[in-house]
């Protein structure tokens, strides 16, 4: 069972998805993140973009802005591979660090919201039970402290989603 399990995250059929609280409003209202995550090489405890041959592992992340605000925007995101921290990395290397994080915090120019966590929740899981062939899938609802910080974070922006509009390119 648990090779048949490892198999499926390798094969990248288990359906993953996130949502995450990121700073400012990403260009585009869908994007893809393609780039290969290894060990970063002076900070042996860390994850980091690293293009050379041989030096990461691809690493792919479908992203979409649920909504927008000044300032932040709510995303969901859709991993297709699972490298550690891929999801902050990623983010990050698009522009946008996720609300909390504290190491990876790249191409980001602005203040940076603080946070005491990196707001990131794992809302979905699913994938074929390798033994009885069937589709299972766990949600798990926006934890308390994420809703929390959505709602104080909306208060202070003082804009409905549908003033803001994406930055133009």
Same mark, same amino acid.
């Given at each position: 069972?648990?090779?048949? #399990?490892?198999? #499926?995250?390798?094969?990248?059929?288990?359906?993953?998805?996130?949502?995450?609280?990121?700073?400012?409003?990403?260009?585009?209202?869908?994007?893809?993140?393609?780039?290969?995550?290894?060990?970063?090489?002076?900070?042996?405890?860390?994850?980091?973009?690293?293009?050379?041959?041989?030096?990461?592992?691809?690493?792919?992340? #479908?992203?979409?802005?649920?909504?927008?605000?000044?300032?932040?925007?709510?995303?969901?995101?859709?991993?297709?591979?699972?490298?550690?921290?891929?999801?902050?990395?990623?983010?990050?290397?698009?522009?946008?660090?996720?609300?909390?994080?504290?190491?990876?915090?790249?191409?980001?120019?602005? &203040?940076?919201? &603080?946070?005491?966590?990196?707001?990131?929740?794992?809302?979905?899981?699913?994938?074929?039970?390798?033994?009885?062939?069937?589709?299972?899938?766990?949600?798990?609802?926006?934890?308390?402290?994420?809703?929390?910080?959505?709602?104080? #974070?909306?208060?202070?922006?003082?804009?409905?989603?549908?003033?803001?509009?994406?930055?133009?390119?």
């Amino acid at each position: 069972t648990h090779a048949k #399990l490892a198999k #499926l995250f390798h094969d990248r059929e288990v359906k993953k998805q996130y949502f995450a609280i990121v700073q400012g409003n990403p260009v585009r209202d869908r994007d893809v993140v393609d780039e290969p995550i290894g060990t970063h090489p002076r900070v042996r405890e860390q994850m980091a973009i690293r293009r050379g041959p041989g030096e990461g592992k691809p690493a792919l992340t #479908l992203y979409e802005v649920v909504e927008r605000f000044r300032g932040f925007a709510v995303v969901q995101c859709k991993p297709k591979s699972g490298r550690t921290h891929q999801i902050r990395i990623h983010l990050s290397e698009a522009g946008h660090p996720i609300v909390g994080e504290k190491v990876y915090i790249r191409n980001f120019i602005g &203040p940076l919201i &603080p946070g005491y966590r990196v707001m990131l929740h794992a809302a979905e899981l699913g994938f074929i039970h390798p033994k009885s062939d069937e589709a299972v899938s766990w949600t798990q609802p926006l934890p308390k402290d994420f809703k929390q910080r959505l709602k104080s #974070l909306q208060l202070r922006s003082k804009a409905s989603p549908k003033q803001v509009k994406p930055a133009q390119q």
